[in-house]
């Protein structure tokens, strides 16, 4: 890393984690940074996560102090997204991650058609059609090793899990799917640490910026409300299934 490319890693974080804690999505921006600056794809990958983790701690901790999530209500949810992930990022060296390739950008598509022709939907809370028990059993190890084992998309599916499944609105679900998304950050991390795969440099500074545009959007969120937050949805969803396909088309 060279000198002058610290500011640039710093504002990044600051506009990763202000798109992040709104509406997800933001690996699509510091991932190809990353890249570009000339790291190899693991350690990239590797520092993206303890980056990210900053922001979505910071946001999860923010949602909170707001009242728009208890994590007294989540702690079964947080410890089975722990599990998923770490086993996620246990076997990231054993599959093939081809096949999720080909199939995430169907659902994501599916997810962003979904939520247009449906413009009511996330904007009033509910009632929530399974018991939360259950519902964190399936979604939280299920996206947990996701997130761990492949990743992108993974705020887009716990957001729209808590909109459809649980009734709740999109400030609400917004708000949990940053404890669920600080989870597998961290359990992931750890995994990234064990292999050496982190450039602590790179990392912190763009955490840096992470803490400060995870602060900014929690606000804007609570303060606009669902109406805010779907249209914003909305594009990170249509950014995120974008870059999937630019991927996969010019993958060699």
């Not at 707001?66 to 990022?89: E, K, N």
């Not at 640490?193 to 900014?216: C, E, N, P, R």
């Amino acid at each position: 890393m060279s000198l002058w490319h610290y500011p640039l890693l710093f504002f990044t974080g600051i506009f990763a984690g202000l798109v992040d804690s709104m509406a997800g999505g933001g690996g699509i921006i510091t991932v190809p940074v990353l890249l570009n600056l000339g790291l190899p794809v693991p350690l990239a990958l590797g520092t993206n996560k303890l980056q990210s983790s900053f922001g979505s701690v910071s946001a999860a901790w923010h949602y909170s102090r707001q009242g728009v999530v208890r994590f007294r209500d989540c702690h079964w949810g947080i410890v089975m997204t722990l599990i998923g992930a770490a086993l996620g990022a246990f076997t990231v060296e054993l599959l093939d991650d081809e096949l999720l390739a080909k199939i995430i950008p169907w659902l994501l598509g599916a997810i962003l058609i979904y939520t247009i022709f449906r413009p009511s939907v996330g904007h009033l809370d509910h009632p929530p059609r399974w018991r939360w028990p259950w519902f964190y059993a399936a979604f939280g190890l299920g996206l947990g090793f996701y997130d761990g084992f492949f990743g992108p998309g993974t705020g887009a599916f716990w957001a729209i899990a808590f909109v459809v499944v649980q009734g709740q609105n999109f400030v609400k679900a917004t708000g949990h799917t940053k404890v669920m998304n600080a989870t597998s950050n961290l359990a992931s991390l750890a995994v990234f640490l064990l292999h050496g795969s982190v450039h602590l440099g790179a990392g912190l500074t763009m955490g840096a910026g992470q803490l400060i545009g995870a602060k900014l959007g929690t606000g804007l969120v609570v303060k606009r409300g669902a109406r805010f937050v779907r249209p914003i949805f909305l594009i990170m969803v249509a950014a995120t299934l974008g870059r999937l396909i630019y991927l996969a088309l010019t993958r060699p």
